[in-house]
C-alpha cells in the first residue's frame, strides 16, 4: 500500500518539526514538505501533489482561510483533503474553513493520538472516508463543551451528522443505525458509547 503523503503548512518551525518526526513515524504516512507560509504551501502543494494538507490558520504573507478560498477558487488537479490545525478557536472561522472544504479542523495544541486516528478514519478504506460538514461541525461543538477525543465522541458526531442530515423529524435510532453501518459495529455498541459519553460531559 503507498503511504498516505502529507504536507505540512505551519509557521511555527517548532511545531511543524514535531509534526513532521512524529508522522514520519507512523506505518503509513510520509510528510513530503514542510512550508512556513501560505505562499510556499500553495506552491509545494501544486508541484508534490500530497494526499493530506495538515494547515495552520494564522501564518505570513498567505494565511490558511486564503490558501483554501485559492484552492476552491482555482483548484489542483489532484486536491488534497484538508485538515486545519489551528490555536483559533471562534465560531466563524471554523465554518469558514469547513465551508471552504476543509475536512475537519482540531484546536491547538494537538492531541497526536487523536490526529492519527482522524487520518486513519479518512484514507484506510475499512472506515468511513470522511465525516460530512454536518458531522464535522457536530465534533467541534462537542469538544467546545469540553468532550474528550475517543470512541464515544466519534460516536456522537456521527449520530449528530447524521440527525442532521436527516432532518426535523429523523429518529435518535434512524441515527444510530446509520452510525451503525458507517462504523461497521453493532447496534448496541454505538448506543453504549454514546449513553457513556453523555454521561461524562
Known amino acids: 500500500m503507498e503511504p498516505i503523503r502529507i504536507l505540512i503548512v505551519e509557521d511555527d518551525e517548532s511545531t511543524g518539526l514535531l509534526l513532521e518526526s512524529f508522522l514520519d513515524g507512523i506505518e503509513g504516512m510520509e510528510v513530503i514538505g514542510v512550508a512556513r507560509d501560505g505562499v510556499a504551501g500553495l506552491d509545494q502543494l501544486r508541484r508534490k501533489?500530497?494526499?493530506?494538507?495538515?494547515?495552520?490558520?494564522?501564518?505570513?504573507?498567505?494565511?490558511?482561510?486564503?490558501?483554501?478560498?485559492?484552492?476552491?477558487?482555482?483548484?489542483?488537479?489532484?486536491?488534497?483533503?484538508?485538515?486545519?490545525?489551528?490555536?483559533?478557536?471562534?465560531?466563524?472561522?471554523?465554518?469558514?474553513?469547513?465551508?471552504?472544504?476543509?475536512?475537519?479542523?482540531?484546536?491547538?495544541?494537538?492531541?497526536?493520538?487523536?490526529?492519527?486516528?482522524?487520518?486513519?478514519?479518512?484514507?484506510?478504506?475499512?472506515?468511513?472516508?470522511?465525516?460530512?460538514?454536518?458531522?464535522?461541525?457536530?465534533?467541534?461543538?462537542?469538544?467546545?463543551?469540553?468532550?474528550?477525543?475517543?470512541?464515544?465522541?466519534?460516536?456522537?458526531?456521527?449520530?449528530?451528522?447524521?440527525?442532521a442530515e436527516l432532518g426535523r423529524d429523523a429518529l435518535l435510532k434512524e441515527a444510530y443505525a446509520e452510525v451503525q453501518r458507517q462504523k461497521r459495529t453493532k447496534y448496541a455498541n454505538v448506543e453504549r458509547n454514546i449513553s457513556q459519553f453523555i454521561a461524562r460531559l
Not at 483548484?75 to 478557536?89: C, F, K
Not at 492519527?116 to 472516508?129: A, K, L, S
Not at 458531522?135 to 449520530?159: F, H, I, N, P, T
Request: hydrophobic share 45%; aromatic share 6%; charged share 25%.
Open 49 to 163: 501533489e500530497p494526499d493530506l494538507l495538515l494547515l495552520d490558520l494564522v501564518m505570513p504573507r498567505m494565511g490558511g482561510i486564503e490558501l483554501l478560498r485559492t484552492l476552491r477558487e482555482d483548484p489542483p488537479a489532484r486536491r488534497p483533503r484538508v485538515l486545519v490545525l489551528s490555536g483559533v478557536r471562534d465560531d466563524a472561522t471554523v465554518q469558514c474553513a469547513l465551508s471552504l472544504g476543509a475536512s475537519h479542523y482540531i484546536i491547538k495544541p494537538v492531541n497526536y493520538s487523536a490526529l492519527v486516528d482522524w487520518i486513519h478514519m479518512c484514507f484506510f478504506p475499512d472506515r468511513p472516508e470522511e465525516e460530512s460538514r454536518a458531522q464535522a461541525a457536530a465534533r467541534w461543538y462537542l469538544r467546545r463543551m469540553g468532550a474528550a477525543e475517543g470512541l464515544g465522541l466519534d460516536y456522537a458526531a456521527a449520530a449528530a451528522g447524521v440527525l
